[in-house]
């Protein structure tokens, strides 16, 4: 019912008379006390080819959203572009407040372990984020968001499987004055934000932007009355540009967050089992009934949270050779360090209870060379370089996994790894208008990635089992290259509509299994790379008038080389079994889509947005020893993960006029997302049924746009529903979910000087 409904209304907004143009974006125009009387929709500018152009003219499904636009969509954070952009996935990640877990078109890396790398490239003013720890970023001092959906590489410093998000701040030059932002709501959220620009003289201006929040959670340890999932954010970015002469500009950026947030608890899903060595397996708690309640209690201690420091710095420089010739670098060094306890199995007992702390290290370097004739031709040629270290320490706590006669084991795991990689690469891309109308666009990149790795684990049993400590380590060292090209035909029907046909090839590198226990594993710990094959047809329009765009695009990839992690038991019969996490390159796929986005201005200061997405993920193979050796395990691999058949989002909002020229913008959104799994394995317990989501916002502005009332709610229908899932299912029965936030309200004032 809301699938109809939705689709109903999306097609009503992309179907209304009028001659067609491009979507310019899914992000609302602002329609304030200042331009409340807009005729037209905004022309959107992004930079996704590395120039600045209108989003019409580029060959790629992008998606982008200004600062106003994404205070509409309600989103502090990029996991609030949940719903709003087609066939995207993402959440906070799995048992951490610091990470995100994107997938695009059915392709990503939830696992937040550092030996795998993002399928989804995270760049914030052009520096690509190599974690997805660190990702979950906080829009502050955004200028605007793009997302662009399919493989990325030619135009980009790090390769992409998935697609790009790319955030970009304020610009000091451009972005004069300030503002300063309070906010209050319900689970005790406290928030201050400022921002302030200015100019110094001609040649130098500069910025300082911060953010500190709070909130106390979401989730109470019933025992102890504790809140968890909440949250504390300190942020600041400060940024000086110079225009050193004519033909050069700099922009020296530096940041610093620091969060310490509670423990993120989920739900256990399923019963937790002990492995008792004498009477054999035993319920320690059975599977949940009836709805979720937010009440989880927890293993760990007041003290024992999640901390997270990153920092980093860049420089950018820009420099017009000539007026065909532009040359630019962009030279970053980033510094991410967390301590973070998590409880998987989401209990009070020690099943999976880890703590996991890391210390990256990273810098990179890129050069480009930009072309452009004035006329029909542009061209970049392109050299990055990025070094990574990344040591880490962990600790895993078990003592209530294993017992004998009723009496628990207790266990512990250390490790200690260190990963060091490297990449390399060169592209370039060329695009060319060879006759009127008719533009052709191809592009070629050679990835280099090598990678370091050294491992240390020991085991400490209890006294009665102390014959089994033992110690395993391995290290190793593997390269991979790729050659990934990119071609796209371009086709101007008229100066409001243009059609494209594109193929691209996607890369990413592969690496070794963080979770190598045995010695055995550790003969298996290396997975190889993944690619995959995207073709794509899409079709951008815009009306004559200017009030109504919608684009459409139409996608088929070939993925192959999945790396999964599965989790199974290696010799289930024996009295002491033990278990093991492999990365497999398991799978190939095959996925099919369709997307709409589309906007309308209704009359005067009324206007309606939507998408449409339609996906057919479906693997190819699923090589799985475990299902080879048991049949029963046949249905294992049926979905893919985090890839819905339909999603869809419409909203709408309208601005009055009032008395004196202040302005009052009233709008509301729903979104809905088919059956969803969150698992490789699919266990029916980690699937999310289709469901619907509201939300509403009113906003007043005052003549002068000096001051802003906000109010909205989210999660309107105060929704329990699953944003993804932990599955360990050889240890302890281990299937914990992870949800999204209840109905939650807030009210900001602002004051823009």
């Known amino acids: 019912m809301y699938r109809k409904q939705l689709s109903v209304a ?35 500018t992004v930079t996704a080819r590395r120039r600045t152009e209108s989003i019409q003219d580029v060959p790629v499904a992008i998606s982008a959203f200004g600062e106003e636009a994404l205070k ?71 200028q605007q968001v793009e997302v662009l959906r399919g493989p990325q590489g030619t135009l980009y410093g790090k390769n992409s499987t998935g697609g790009a998000i790319k955030v970009t701040t304020k610009n000091p030059f451009e972005n004069t004055g300030g503002a300063v932002e309070a906010t209050v709501g319900n689970f005790g959220q406290r928030e201050g934000k400022f921002y302030f620009g200015g100019v110094l003289n001609d040649s130098v201006a500069m910025s300082l932007a911060g953010a500190m929040s709070e909130s106390d959670g979401y989730v109470t ?6 809140k968890y999932n909440g949250d504390e954010n300190n942020a600041l970015r400060g940024k000086i540009a110079f225009k050193v002469s004519d033909t050069v500009n700099a922009t020296l950026s530096l940041d610093r967050n620091k969060q310490y947030a509670p423990l993120t608890l989920g739900q256990p899903t399923a019963p937790l089992i002990q492995t008792d060595l004498a009477f054999g397996p035993v319920i320690l708690k059975p599977a949940p009934t009836g709805e979720y309640d937010f009440r989880t209690r927890t293993s760990f201690g007041p003290n024992q949270g999640q901390e997270m420091t990153h920092t980093g710095a860049s420089l950018a420089v820009d420099w017009d050779m000539s007026a065909q010739w532009r040359f630019k670098s962009i030279s970053a060094w980033r510094k991410l360090k967390t301590e973070s306890f998590i409880d998987i199995d989401a209990s009070e007992f020690e099943l999976g209870d880890v703590l996991v702390a890391i210390d990256q290290n ?20 392109g050299l990055y370089y990025m070094n990574e270290k990344v040591p880490s320490y962990q600790e895993a706590y078990a003592s209530d996994f294993f017992a004998f006669a009723g009496t628990p084991i207790s266990f512990l795991r ?27 666009a191809a592009g070629l990149r050679y990835s280099k990635d090598e ?55 996607g890369f990413k590198s592969g690496g ?97 947005s939507g998408q449409l997405s339609y996906m057919d993920a479906r693997y190819d193979k699923f090589v799985d020893p475990r299902v080879q050796l048991n049949p029963a395990l046949a249905n294992l691999h049926d979905h893919v993960p985090f890839s819905p058949d339909f999603t869809a989002r419409v909203a709408l909002q309208h601005t009055f006029m009032l008395d004196g020229g202040a302005g009052f913008t009233i709008g509301g959104d729903v979104s809905y997302r088919d059956d969803t799994w969150l698992s490789v394995d699919n266990r029916s317990n980690l699937m999310q049924e289709a469901y619907a989501t509201y939300g509403a916002f009113g906003v007043w502005d005052s003549s002068d746009y000096a001051w802003q009332v906000r109010a909205g709610v989210r999660n309107l229908g105060d929704k329990v529903y699953k944003t993804d899932g932990q599955e360990f299912s050889s240890v ?22």
């Open 451 to 505: 990678k370091d790795y050294a491992r240390s684990t020991s085991t400490y049993w209890g006294p009665l089992f102390a014959a089994l400590n033992e110690t395993v380590a391995f290290d190793g060292r593997q390269s991979w290259d790729a050659w990934t090209p990119s071609i796209s035909l371009q086709k101007a029907f008229s100066s409001n509509v243009m059609g494209y046909l594109s193929a691209n090839r």
């Open 362 to 381: 990273q810098k990179s370097q890129e050069f480009q060379f930009q072309y452009d004739n004035g006329s029909n031709l542009q061209a970049i040629f």
């Open 10 to 44: 999306i097609v009503c907004a992309l179907l209304a008379p009028g001659a067609w143009a491009q979507q310019a974006s899914s992000a609302a125009p602002d329609v304030t006390a200042q331009d409340s009387q807009a005729r037209t929709l905004d022309t959107v």
């Open 414 to 440: 250390t490790i200690e790894d260190d990963l060091d990689t490297t990449s390399k690469a060169a592209f370039a891309h060329m695009s060319w208008e060879f006759v009127p109308t008719w533009t052709l």
């Open 732 to 753: 302890a029965n281990i299937q914990t979910a992870y949800y999204g936030m209840p109905r939650n309200y807030y009210l900001s004032v602002r004051y823009n000087f």
């Open 221 to 226: 340890d019933p025992s102890t009355g504790r």
């Open 512 to 608: 070794f299994n963080g979770r190598a226990n045995s010695v055995l594993e550790t003969t298996q710990a290396v997975f190889d790379p993944e690619f995959v094959w995207t073709y794509e047809a899409g079709l951008k329009m815009r009306s004559n008038d200017g009030r109504l765009q919608g684009n459409v695009t139409a996608f088929h990839s070939e993925y192959k080389d999945f790396q999964a992690r599965v989790s199974e038991i290696v010799n289930p019969g024996s009295p002491t079994p033990s278990f093991s996490f492999p990365v497999l390159n398991a799978a190939s796929l095959k996925i099919d889509g369709v997307e709409f986005e589309g906007s309308a201005l209704l009359g005067e200061g009324t206007r309606l």
């Open 72 to 142: 509409d969509l309600q989103a502090d954070t990029v996991e609030g572009l949940q719903g709003v952009v087609p066939n995207m996935n993402i959440v906070q990640g799995r048992g951490s407040a610091n990470s995100i877990n994107v997938f695009i078109r059915g392709i990503g890396q939830p696992d937040a372990l550092q030996t795998f790398d993002p399928g989804v490239g995270m760049y914030v003013d052009d520096v690509y984020y190599s974690r997805i720890n660190g990702a979950m970023f906080s829009l502050f001092d955004v």
